[in-house]
């Protein structure tokens, strides 16, 4: 199984970006699948999750401002990003569960400058 996370890059503040996670290996339909990020020198943490029955869940900062979605035609996850703010500016990755294996992805990069 591997994930990869990309379409990270530099955004200025307010600015809106659009993350992509592929798949091999493993299919997202029906599947938990998340996006975490980890700001440096900070602990990873929750931003977006989107369940197989498509119940989704935002960390409170990024409510309002973000749209997971799943796309199992192409088997791809998205993670749209809105009114982006500089404390934002981390790498953000995807994982998805399967049974009791959480699988991560190679993150990208998201760097806000004000």
């Known amino acids: 199984v591997q994930l990869q996370a990309s379409g990270g890059g530099l955004v200025q503040a307010g600015g809106s970006q659009r993350l992509s996670c592929a798949a091999s290996?493993?299919?997202?339909?029906?599947?938990?699948v998340a996006w975490y990020r980890q700001i440096l020198g900070k602990e990873r943490e929750l931003v977006a999750e989107i369940t197989g029955w498509g119940k989704t869940t935002y960390t409170d900062s990024m409510k309002g401002r973000a749209a997971i979605s799943v796309r199992a035609a192409l088997n791809m996850v998205y993670l749209q990003l809105n009114s982006l703010k500089p404390e934002d500016t981390a790498v953000y990755s995807c994982n998805v569960v399967h049974g009791a294996t959480t699988y991560w992805g190679q993150g990208t990069q998201v760097t806000v400058s004000s």
């Open positions: 290996g493993i299919i997202f339909g029906g599947k938990t």
